[in-house]
């Protein structure tokens, strides 16, 4: 039995748009009931969100059985979290703060087995192999794997066409606040100069063959993005929402 085919791989390899969302509030109950919506991804943020290695087990387990594919975005680039949250099962990440395109084949190797990569060998023990269920889990792991790289600096920027041509990239997301901020413009990633950093990137991202990712929140901006190349894209986040629609049920009483 190999492993589970990862249908958000294959779909951002085919062009297709996929939409998803942020969880950031580290609950398995909002996992679950975002990952009921109908969107095309559901991101498990352990970056900014107070996750835990049990806690994103939760939220995949919620997200599974919700048939919605999960994304895990590590805190940062580092071999030994990247093995971890794959080990829980999870088979798309997102790496932060990637500058270069050696940081790039980095994170490609940690999350392949040898010879293409350095991903520890646990497999026989953990969720991704349904606990040595799925016996062809090692042999199959490889080809299942969607890793999403984040450009977020001005660095990043400049060694866009380096970055997105490293074997084992699936995708170059572009994370606006972060960028911004390193272009000297924080707070303010619809400054000029940023947003024509943003669209270079996603051009050359692009031509690249690779899946361009970027989040607004701005509903104004899906089609726009969809139309610039944008395959995948965060529309929102469970933090946002929530305290969006609390507001607006406090306007409501007045």
Known sequence: MPAPKNLLKFAL???????????????????????????????????HGPNTLTTIQ??????????????????????WILKQVLDLGCQSVLVPLVHSAEEARAAASAVRYPPQGARGM???????????????YVATANDQICLLV???????????????????????????????????????PDAPEVERAIDHAITRITAAGKAAGIITFDPNRFAEYREKGVTFLGVGGDATILSDALARLRTDLS
């Open 150 to 188: 984040q450009a977020e600096s001005a660095a990043a920027i400049e060694a866009i066409d380096d970055i997105a041509a490293v074997d084992g990239v699936d995708g170059v997301f572009i994370g606006p606040a972060d960028l911004s901020a390193d272009m000297g413009y924080p707070g303010r």
């Open 13 to 47: 390899a085919r062009g297709d748009v996929q939409h998803g969302l942020w969880l950031a509030l580290a609950s398995a109950s909002v996992a679950e009931l975002a990952g009921g919506a109908g969107l095309d991804w559901c991101l498990i943020d352990a970056e």
């Open 58 to 79: 939760a939220q995949l387990q919620a997200l599974a059985a919700q048939n919605c594919p999960a994304v895990v975005r590590v805190p940062a680039g580092d071999e």
């Open 122 to 136: 646990g497999a026989a023990l953990a969720r991704a192999s349904d606990y040595s269920r799925i016996t062809d």
